[in-house]
């Protein structure tokens, strides 16, 4: 449970997290021995044998109480929180004083049964998380001189050239040397098809090769690649708590105390007017009957539980605010390059003005394009493989990048940016084809340009039409020219397409979509990381991408297939319902049985059993936020 209840339930995972049999695990053995105390001592009871019912009513007390006396007490000198267990305790300790021994008894053993089954549904629901971690190998084949050796993952450093034989996992990102294989990325994307592999194809930390021996150059250090750093937004999902945490905390921190006052004016009024001990029985039942235990587990369960499935499939969520927000959006704006297009720009034209070939043009874009972040850089650079990297290199996001050739200072940057001059037209023209264009000026004189071509990801189309069946609008923003946003838009099924943007025009397009109804966001340049930021929800697509993109994001989707969105979309949506229900249901609870216990309705043992009853169905409520399906399919 949470700090309102008995223990902390929003913990990180860590490496340490493993399973332990049920039969060597306290958490279950403690309540089990208190049960069997329990039943043995209503036997004894039954069969007229009262002094040995005695003594196991308080074997089976003493037990159970163990699993959260202890705790509520050092909570309660330390801090002085009162939390859930402190009315348990009281509630034991009364129920004693009065002679109750059977019903402490009871209390203490189905309070225990509700804690273990708390741990264990939160252990189940972060099974999921702390799967990712298995994804990193131990340890590493390295060639060094000609002769492979295994170093330890962590000491992995960029350059070094690794051995991946089949059925081996990958410990960081790389690009194939030599080799062919299949790359299960399953684990990590979602996507159920390997990927076929040649030499000079980006791989992924944590992917698995199938059929092949290959040879990568390792990218990243062992210890800060896309899969650690999936694994530390995963690490960190439970940080930020949800709205619906917080108003469960909300309610149930002051209720609390709240109820040990009503139990005091109900025993101090009802001894006034009655019979003491009845009313301080009253009293003490109602501690157990206005316990917000149900409350307190209703939202953490559910979202440990949401955020543990969505990682399975390819969804990283940074906190269970994200995943409850996530869950309300009801519109999305989407970047164009990279995101809605396949991200596989290639260099389809080239224009240049009359002193300079298309090869120059090419090989001086090159330069500069080879230190760019931009995704429609590698169009470029693979034009033109063999260019020379330029010097004193600067980047403007959203405009171009600027640097220092034999041949003068080169500048390449987006026509709104840099004057096209007399190759207007040309450009226009290809603008209307549907192509991007870079511009090219040598000493700030234009002399080419470049129309690089990015196709339509092929389930676009199915995504912006499930999303407009599911009353989800739709905005693509782009830094791209207006002509060829809505010609791709078109294609797409976007008719509100916002283009000629810069990174500050898109967050400001956010800001302004999020103020009529909730936004997301979804890109995954450097370019995108203001609009992330400005969104409800930010979304970065494909967690190898941009750092930047993934730092301002609230949601990183580690797989390039558009189709996670209706999917993680519909898995928020479920789980928001199902902490609705979590509430709603706990709050009923308490209304139904607080009257019924002032009135004498219900004794203390039927408090109990009512009440932790509740607490269970609460839990396997919240564990159905676990139940996911295949991309592309409806969540179950």
């Not at 009313?279 to 955020?307: E, G, H, N, Q, Y």
Request: with cysteine; charged share 15%; glycine share 10%.
């Amino acid at each position: 449970m949470n700090a309102v209840c008995c223990a902390p339930a929003e913990q990180a995972v860590s490496a340490g997290d493993v399973d332990v049999p049920w039969w060597k695990d306290r958490s279950v053995w403690v309540p089990v021995a208190s049960g069997v105390a329990f039943l043995a001592g209503l036997i004894c009871g039954w069969s007229g044998a009262g002094m040995a019912a005695r003594v196991l009513f308080w074997a089976g007390l003493l037990v159970g109480a163990s699993t959260f006396v202890p705790g509520a007490l050092r909570r309660l000198l330390s801090s002085g929180r009162v939390g859930i267990g402190l009315l348990m305790t009281i509630s034991a300790v009364g129920a004693v004083l009065l002679g109750y021994i059977e019903e402490a008894a009871a209390l203490a053993f189905l309070y225990s049964i509700a804690e273990a089954l708390e741990d264990k549904a939160m252990d189940r629901a972060r099974a999921g998380l702390r799967a990712l971690l298995t994804l990193v190998p131990e340890t590493a084949t390295v060639i060094e001189d000609g002769t492979a050796g295994d170093v330890p993952a962590s000491r992995l450093q960029i350059g070094q050239t690794l051995l991946v034989r089949p059925g081996e996992r990958l410990a960081t990102d790389g690009v194939v040397r030599r080799g062919r294989s299949s790359m299960d990325t399953s684990a990590l994307t979602g996507e159920s098809i390997p990927v076929e592999v040649v030499p000079d194809d980006q791989v992924l930390a944590g992917s698995i090769s199938t059929s092949g021996v290959l040879e990568v150059e390792a990218t990243a250090a062992g210890t800060d690649n896309s899969l650690t750093t999936i694994v530390r937004l995963v690490e960190h999902a439970q940080e930020e708590k949800g709205e619906r945490a917080r108003l469960a905390d909300r309610i149930a921190r002051p209720l609390v105390p709240g109820v040990i006052v009503l139990a005091a004016i109900v025993a101090f009024l009802g001894s006034l007017l009655g019979d003491p001990e009845q009313w301080i029985t009253r009293a003490l039942i109602v501690l157990v009957a206005a316990s917000p235990c149900a409350l307190a587990i209703a939202v953490p369960v559910t979202v440990v539980s949401a955020v543990g499935a969505a990682s399975r499939f390819g969804v990283v969520i940074r906190s269970g605010a994200a995943f409850e927000r996530f869950g309300g959006i009801r519109h999305l704006a989407i970047d164009k390059t990279g995101t809605l297009t396949r991200n596989q720009p290639t260099a389809a034209r080239v224009i240049t003005s009359p002193e300079v070939s298309s090869e120059d043009v090419l090989t001086w874009a090159a330069s500069l394009e080879q230190l760019s972040t931009h995704p429609l850089a590698a169009a470029i650079t693979a034009a033109a493989p063999d260019a020379t990297a330029a010097t004193d290199v600067s980047e403007t996001a959203g405009h171009g990048i600027t640097g220092t050739l034999s041949a003068g200072t080169i500048t390449v940057g987006s026509p709104r940016w840099l004057d096209p001059g007399a190759l207007a037209d040309q450009v226009e023209a290809l603008e209307h084809d549907g192509m991007t264009v870079v511009v090219v000026h040598r000493s700030q004189s234009p002399v080419g340009a470049i129309g690089i071509r990015d196709d339509l990801r092929p389930e676009a189309p199915e995504v912006i039409k499930t999303l407009a069946d599911r009353a989800v609008g739709v905005t693509m923003l782009t830094g791209d020219n207006a002509r060829t946003a809505h010609a791709l838009g078109a294609r797409a099924g976007i008719s509100d397409v916002q283009a000629q943007l810069r990174p500050a025009d898109k967050a400001a397009a956010v800001t302004s979509l999020s103020r009529s109804r909730p936004t997301a966001m979804i890109g995954d340049g450097i370019n995108d990381a203001p609009a992330l930021a400005a969104a409800d929800v930010g979304i970065a697509m494909g967690a190898a991408g941009s750092d930047a993109a993934i730092e301002a994001s609230d949601i990183a989707f580690t797989g390039d297939d558009l189709r996670l969105i209706p999917q993680a979309l519909a898995h928020s949506q479920r789980g928001r319902s199902i902490i609705n229900q979590n509430i709603a249901l706990s709050l009923l609870i308490i209304v139904v049985l607080l009257p019924l216990a002032i009135t004498g309705v219900l004794g203390l043992a039927a408090v109990v059993l009512v009440h932790e009853l509740a607490e269970v169905v609460v839990i396997l409520n919240g564990l159905r936020a676990a139940r996911t399906r295949a991309p592309g399919q409806p969540t179950s």
